[in-house]
Nanobody
Framework: QVQVVESGGGLVQAGGSLRLSCAAS????????VSWYRQAPGKQRELAAR???????NYADSVNGRFTISRDNAKNTVDLQMNSLKADDTAVYYC?????????WGQGTQVTVSS
């Protein structure tokens, strides 16, 4: 079992920045992949960004060039730096940690971007 906790959400004006952090009770380094998903009201949960064990990253088209996912092995976290935020980025952001074929979710952190 892996406990996953997200932090760093909040209210920000359009054009601003936020940094989300995903912490896990087991080694982030040994995870196959760690992903940030988001779910806006009335919409399906969607992948925002992912980083794999070898450090490869991929992003949704809607966030590419604005968001950066990174792994801090010393802190055992995966962070999501979000810049140039838009109202459409408003959502609950969830971290998913994939270990040995099982995915573990956190409770999510709310990001609200005011226009």
């Amino acid at each position: 079992q892996v406990q996953v906790v997200e932090s760093g959400g909040g209210l920000v004006q359009a054009g601003g920045s936020l940094r989300l952090s995903c912490a896990a009770s087991r080694s982030i380094f040994s995870a196959s992949a760690v992903s940030w998903y988001r779910q806006a009201p009335g919409k399906q949960r969607e992948l925002a960004a992912r980083i794999t064990r070898d450090g490869s990253t991929n992003y949704a088209d809607s966030v590419n060039g604005r968001f950066t996912i990174s792994r801090d092995n010393a802190k055992n976290t995966v962070d999501l730096q979000m810049n140039s935020l838009k109202a459409d980025d408003t959502a609950v952001y969830y971290c998913n940690v994939l270990r040995y074929g099982l995915g573990y979710w956190g409770q999510g952190t709310q990001v609200t971007v005011s226009s």
